[in-house]
């Protein structure tokens, strides 16, 4: 996207936040690749078999954005930070639904600096997420942008008001603790 796609992009999320309706009918087609993009990168780490496709996972989550009132978002950014977010939650939420009528979880997927973890359940690695923030929200906010918002380091300092030193000083941590309360 160019870096003018990008600015009205950035206005537009803040025209929505104002209450402009208008402002979100021209917003979709702006973003829709980068969005369908994500719900790819988010599905290419499910079973192949998954009842979801990303297109499903794609609307249900502009759905899901756009139902509550007085969401704002700062930035394009921002935005796709918390795009990545409701589409992991709603994966969640697909899981649980699963696991209750079959008894077990579908498998997950997820390699951190190039090494796969052990394929887990989905609800596993939400719990765990879960946990992380409650021990340190920075770190559970670094792996949700980096590995479920596929945002680079640079952009993750920016989406989280810090240093691009901190994010790179803390990211292994948040990887190494990731590891061992996936993989015990």
């Known amino acids: 996207m160019?870096?003018?796609g990008v600015d009205r992009a950035t206005q537009l999320l803040?025209?929505?936040s104002a209450g402009d309706e208008r402002a979100r009918e021209e917003l979709l087609p702006l973003i829709y690749d980068e969005?369908?993009?994500?719900?790819r990168a988010h599905m290419a780490r499910e079973r192949p078999d998954h009842?979801?496709?990303?297109s499903d996972l794609l609307h249900e989550a502009w759905?899901?954005?756009f139902r509550s009132d007085?969401?704002?978002w700062e930035t394009r950014n921002h935005f796709f930070a918390m795009a990545s977010r409701v589409m992991r939650n709603l994966l969640v939420d697909h899981a649980r639904r699963n696991r209750l009528k079959k008894g077990g979880g579908e498998r997950f997927r997820l390699s951190l600096e190039g090494r796969p973890l052990s394929p887990f359940d989905v609800v596993d690695?939400?719990?765990?997420l879960q946990v992380l923030r409650e021990v340190d929200p920075e770190l559970e906010s670094i792996v949700e942008l980096r590995c479920f918002g596929g945002l680079p380091a640079k952009e993750v300092a920016e989406v989280l008001g810090?240093?691009?030193?901190t994010v790179e000083r803390r990211w292994p941590v948040a990887t190494a603790w990731l590891r061992e309360r996936l993989n015990g």
């Open 2 to 4: 160019s870096a003018t």
């Open 14 to 16: 803040n025209l929505m």
């Open 35 to 39: 969005m369908s993009a994500l719900a």
């Open 51 to 54: 009842s979801l496709d990303a």
């Open 63 to 65: 759905i899901r954005l």
């Open 70 to 72: 007085g969401r704002t």
């Open 125 to 128: 690695l939400h719990e765990a």
């Open 162 to 165: 810090t240093s691009l030193r």
